[in-house]
């Protein structure tokens, strides 16, 4: 457990820490020489619980100054327990305010009050100090206070003491490893180390886990709270040596995860309580850990917000972070001097457009209400209604593993999850359209897959619909005829006399590879042209022939070879040309234009200036 404390320059929080651990955190050559605090300062605490348990309670100190503020909000990104320090001989200043603030806007779960140097106040000086804290901040009213001294040690041990009942009754979640950095420099015979908090999860030595950028990393060494360990857990003060990448890859605020961080966020929709009056739109500072940028801050519901007045809201960020539900911001004026509220993800990766419908608004309300761990399942049935989502995205953006996503009863396929509800709904669009296209092209045999997918769900993952397109032939409720889609019931066919003719033609294409012109075929058999015409177009959209250009034909058979052929070639070179399927193929070039020119049209490929890329990959597969 980490514990951060809080409160006004010179109120004692180096004393008391160094009281409670015996660690001095004024670390920095700058700060002993100013007496002050700097930057984050911090001690370990070796514990014993009352069942013998031994443990490690860590402390940030923070900076109190105003100069140093933002070093202080990267302090309490992720922890929820705070000591706010308050000195008896002076009460409550304006660093005091502001840092109880944050700590109020980020929602901190625990606050303990302790007031120091009691030693230069008298008791009833230091009983109207907590009378008049408890007056003016309500929400610390249930709060525990200590009476302290870092010179007598008045009230060292029962301070001690609760920390210790505190630590045995936090629960680390079980969620992913997620690692802020907030320092990186080299030590000489170990190499590479980070260190930063661990927000969630665990670490062991040898596992290979994701720097901010994709890059895998290897833990060769742990230190937990200041110890050398095997493993790190969430909510712990940990230094990392890492192999695998070099210092100047590396900067504040990136992050170390056990899922690949691929869903860095630039719009992320928040609940936001202010700190002060703010405006619909204004540019802020963002605190986000050890991450800070600037961003825009737009009002959703409201025209302004007043101070302690909670609405919804949408971060445009100026740098992409990697930002996951739940997850506290502060954010302050666009000059950084002032506080202007709290914010808690609701939404990472929000949408453009229509952000301010009562459509829209409702589903973040909705939202809203499934912050905590319980409501889990209905958070993610808000986040399928009417669309799949990548399994990958949901498992990021709630920090959570497939297992316990799995038995919640969703569909899911090898890269998408979605409610049975929409599974249906897009397989009963699928049908109606087949059902439509056959009305107005009765003469037609049915569509590719490729295009019943454009025509029936084009909005939705491609791969997806192919799979419910693919269940759909399984179940009986398609048929799958030579290539092309169509419901059961629909049939085109040839008749008698038109079979006998289409058993002399098939011949002649399998004779050879090349395109068959209509007029040749009919002077061949003898046939009238116009008959001979009427029937290979029938026999195109019973898929037995296609027409790369006017009246010239390959057999479908062929142009699947050719695909498949294409394919292997893009596979191999990255693209293809004319003249290269020329010279492979042994066509004219004449032929070999049409029919490279049939494959752009059809989907299957598409042309960059002097070349052909692949469109399509399922196409003629």
Not at 406 to 418: D, R
Request: glycine share 6%; with cysteine.
């Amino acid at each position: 457990m980490i514990v951060v404390t809080a409160g006004h320059v010179d109120h004692g929080k180096t004393s008391l820490l160094q009281a409670l651990t015996g660690t001095h955190t004024a670390h920095l050559p700058e700060e002993k020489k100013r007496g002050l605090t700097i930057d984050l300062g911090y001690a370990y605490l070796p514990i014993t619980d009352t069942e013998g348990k031994q443990d490690i309670l860590g402390f940030i100190d923070v900076p109190g100054h105003q100069k140093f503020l933002s070093n202080m909000l990267a302090g309490v990104g992720g922890i929820q327990h705070a000591l706010l320090v308050i000195s008896a001989e002076e009460g409550i200043k304006p660093q005091t305010e502001e840092h109880l603030e944050i700590l109020k806007l980020l929602n901190f779960q625990h606050i303990m009050v302790v007031i120091t140097k009691a030693d230069r106040a008298e008791e009833n000086q230091i009983q109207q100090l907590i009378e008049k804290v408890k007056q003016t901040y309500a929400f610390l009213a249930q709060s525990p206070f200590f009476i302290t001294s870092a010179t007598t040690l008045q009230g060292i041990e029962s301070l001690k003491q609760h920390l210790i009942d505190l630590n045995q009754h936090s629960q680390a979640e079980n969620k992913p490893f997620r690692y802020a950095i907030d320092r990186v420099f080299n030590i000489k015979g170990a190499g590479l180390v980070v260190t930063g908090t661990a927000v969630s999860g665990k670490v062991k030595i040898g596992d290979e886990i994701f720097l901010s950028n994709g890059q895998k990393v290897r833990i060769k060494g742990i230190h937990a709270q200041n110890h050398e360990a095997e493993i790190g857990f969430g909510g712990q003060r940990l230094a990392l040596n890492i192999a695998g990448v070099e210092k100047e890859q590396i900067k504040r605020g990136d992050w170390l995860c056990e899922r690949l961080p691929q869903y860095a966020s630039e719009r992320v929709t928040v609940t936001f309580t202010a700190n002060q009056m703010v405006k619909e739109n204004s540019v802020v500072h963002l605190y986000h850990f050890a991450s800070h940028i600037t961003g825009k801050l737009n009002l959703l519901n409201r025209k302004q917000a007043v101070k302690n007045q909670q609405c919804f809201a949408e971060i445009i960020l100026d740098e992409p972070l990697h930002i996951a539900t739940s997850d506290k911001l502060i954010l302050r004026s666009g000059d950084d001097s002032q506080t202007l509220g709290g914010a808690t993800v609701l939404e990472i990766h929000s949408p453009k457009r229509h952000k301010r419908t009562e459509q829209r608004l409702a589903l973040v309300e909705k939202l809203a209400k499934t912050t905590a761990c319980e409501h889990f399942r209905q958070r993610v049935e808000l986040y399928l209604q009417q669309k799949a989502v990548p399994t990958d995205f949901l498992l990021w953006a709630e920090q959570c593993f497939l297992e316990d996503v799995a038995p919640l009863g969703f569909q899911l396929s090898s890269k998408w999850i979605f409610t049975a509800a929409f599974k249906q709904q897009i397989q009963q669009r699928i049908l109606d359209k087949m059902a439509e296209y056959h009305e107005n092209h009765q003469d037609q045999l049915g569509l590719t897959k490729a295009r019943l997918y454009r025509i029936a769900a084009l909005e939705q993952p491609e791969p997806l619909v192919y799979q419910f397109i693919d269940e759909l032939v399984e179940a009986k409720q398609l048929t799958q005829t030579r290539g092309w889609l169509h419901l059961p019931e629909h049939r085109i066919e040839f008749n008698p006399q038109e079979l006998q003719i289409w058993q002399q033609i098939r011949p002649l294409f399998e004779a050879t590879n090349q395109a068959l012109w209509v007029r040749d075929i009919a002077t061949e058999l003898s046939v009238d042209e116009t008959e001979m015409r009427n029937l290979l177009y029938k026999a195109g959209k019973l898929g037995y022939l296609i027409p790369i250009v006017k009246d010239r034909f390959l057999l479908s058979e062929q142009i699947t070879a050719f695909a498949h052929f294409i394919r292997q070639f893009i596979a191999e070179h990255g693209a293809i040309s004319v003249n290269q399927l020329r010279d492979e193929i042994q066509y004219g070039r004449k032929l070999t234009v049409q029919l490279i020119e049939y494959f752009d049209r059809s989907g299957f490929l598409r042309r960059k200036g002097n070349i052909h890329l692949l469109r399509d990959t399922e196409s003629f597969s």
